[in-house]
């Protein structure tokens, strides 16, 4: 069980920034929910939650947010940056406003909370970044989700180190498939790898558990599903054996 006292999630209004939601409210903890478009379901299930709705990528939003939050002496220990798209910004060639889109939420939001909170925190935090099995075997079509997924993860690996003397904590979960709607809306691998894909899917439910838990422990790094990790590992090396012709994702043609 976490000993986390308040807690703030983004990304809360599905996958599994909603089960985090949804599992921390049954713990003794303050939480503070943070969305573009708050679910009404998760009013219902955690009233004593904080929802905010804020756009995370937009600046003026998040300072406003910190603001609100150290006005009212709620000042969270754990922020866990969950929120995400997921686009097809490379369906035949880069769609690069899509693209700048796309990193805005998952890579330059994260960075911003960051530089915003770092300075004017007096105690210990907690930061943990959902990332990604996409970090080990990219998806060519998710140009901007890859980057802001590896990009967090090695500036967390690197802040773990040069803020410890803070008492800042820097964390990363790389998750492998997860069955969500952002899995099912991005294009999938062709063939015997989308039979992989789908024997190694994990639920939001179990991956929330998992990472309430992780938390509380001093490693780094938490993979959920191991058997994930492996296979995204071992595709990745298939692919670079493969024949240009069988590649696992290829361009659709206009």
Known sequence: MSSAKRVLITGTSSGIGKELLKRYSTL???LIAIDKIPDPELVKICPSAIFRKVDVSNELEVDNLIDYLVDLNIVPDVYIFNAAIHEIDNDVFINYNLLREVLEVDLMSTLKFLSRLMPILNKPATFVFCSSGVIIFPNPANIGYFLGKLGVTRVFDLFAHRYAKYGFRFKSVILGPIASDMLYKSLAPNGFFRCIRDLTTGSPEAAADKIVAFIDRPSRHMYYRSVSAIVLWLARIIQAILP???????????
């Open 28 to 30: 003794d903890t303050q």
């Open 244 to 254: 240009t012709s069988f590649k696992v994702y290829t361009a659709r043609s206009k």
